[in-house]
């Protein structure tokens, strides 16, 4: 009987052991996620105060402007091609166009702006935008940062972040 109460004993720590390694994972996951994040919204927030007085930050969601079900773009290079047509338009705007992508990177033309997240996991895009609304607000600038997305899930915590007049998802 001790016996078998040992082996069930050691079958619950093997199985503790298990999720403690899942967890760990998704944690370390999340922290290199969050440094590529942090690196992006840094250069972004560099954009941010370098606007004109007339500009604004216009970011876009962009495989939601590719792939969503209102696309508006038939893939990156046409969706870059919009973003220029729109400095062309409005030349004291920045636009920033962000992807999830395995790898963080990032690449300015003038004043379009295109990230890739890093890292693992869905709406890696929408989380690090959504932390830069935060900061945008916090820093007094979030009505100069305009987000274009017709993810409707997105749009709710987008409107969430930018007042906090409602009890966000």
């Known amino acids: 009987m001790i016996l078998g109460a040992r082996v069930a004993h050691v079958r619950e ?3 503790e052991v298990a999720k ?22 840094l250069l972004a927030s560099i954009d941010l105060a370098a606007l004109p007085a007339g500009g604004k930050m216009v970011i876009i969601d ?21 973003a220029k047509a ?19 990177s990032s690449q300015v033309d003038g004043r379009v702006r295109v990230s890739y997240t890093g890292g ?3 709406h890696r895009a929408d989380k690090m935008i959504c932390d830069f609304l935060r900061m945008a607000r916090w820093i007094g600038k979030g009505d100069k940062v305009e987000v274009l997305t017709d993810d409707k899930d997105f749009l709710k915590e987008i409107k969430c972040q930018r007042g906090r007049l409602q009890a966000c998802p």
């Open 20 to 41: 403690l390694k899942e967890t760990n994972a998704a944690l370390r996951d999340e922290m290199n996620s969050l440094k590529a994040h942090f690196d992006l919204a």
């Open 86 to 104: 729109h400095i062309e338009k409005c030349p004291d705007d920045f636009v920033w166009i962000v992807f999830d992508g395995p790898r963080a």
């Open 120 to 122: 693992t996991g869905l």
């Open 13 to 15: 720590l093997k199985a």
């Open 62 to 82: 962009g495989w939601n402007k590719i792939l969503g079900a209102n696309r508006t773009a038939r893939d990156r290079d046409d969706l870059l091609k919009q």
